[in-house]
C-alpha cells in the first residue's frame, strides 16, 4: 500500500503505474484542498462521516464481498469520528487544522475552484468543496 499526492502531478503517473502492473486497483482518496478534511474516488470527508457507505464502494471497487457493516464501527464522541471497535486512535493523536484566516480562505477557495471543478468533472463527483 502506498500513500502520496506526488503520484498525479503529471498525467503520465497513472498510464506508467497500469504500465508497471496491468491487474493493479487504485484507489483515489481526495480531500478539500482549502479544509483539509478528509474522500473508484473515495470520498475522504465521507469516510469520516459514512464509513461504512464509502467502504461498500472500495469493496465493490476491488471485486469483494460486502464485509464492513455498521457493526463494525463505534463513534468516538471525544475524537468525533467512527473508529474500529478498541482500535482507535487516542485523542492526541490526528491532524489539528489550523484556522484559516477569511481573507486567505477566500483567496485559496478563488484559486482552487476552477481547479475542482475540472477534477469534478473528471471524476465524475462534485465534492461540493466550497
Known amino acids: 500500500m502506498e500513500k502520496s499526492p506526488k503520484y498525479y502531478e503529471t498525467a503520465e503517473v497513472p498510464q506508467c503505474i497500469h504500465a508497471m502492473n496491468e491487474s493493479m486497483k487504485i484507489l483515489l482518496v481526495v480531500r478539500d484542498p482549502v479544509d483539509s478534511y478528509s474522500q473508484t474516488v473515495v470520498d475522504g470527508q465521507k469516510l ?17 464481498r460486502h464485509y464492513f457493516t455498521q457493526k463494525n464501527f463505534v463513534f468516538n464522541k471525544k475524537i468525533g ?14 491532524v489539528k487544522h489550523p484556522t484559516l484566516d477569511p481573507l486567505v480562505e477566500a483567496k ?6 476552477p481547479l475542482n471543478q475540472r ?12
Open 81 to 94: 469520528f467512527y473508529c474500529l471497535p478498541r482500535r482507535c486512535i487516542g485523542k492526541d493523536k490526528g
Open 48 to 64: 469520516v462521516s459514512d464509513p461504512v457507505s464509502e467502504l461498500r464502494k472500495v469493496e465493490t471497487f476491488l471485486g469483494l
Open 108 to 113: 485559496l477557495r478563488k484559486y482552487f475552484k
Open 119 to 130: 477534477f469534478y468533472r473528471i471524476v465524475g463527483h462534485d465534492f461540493g468543496w466550497r
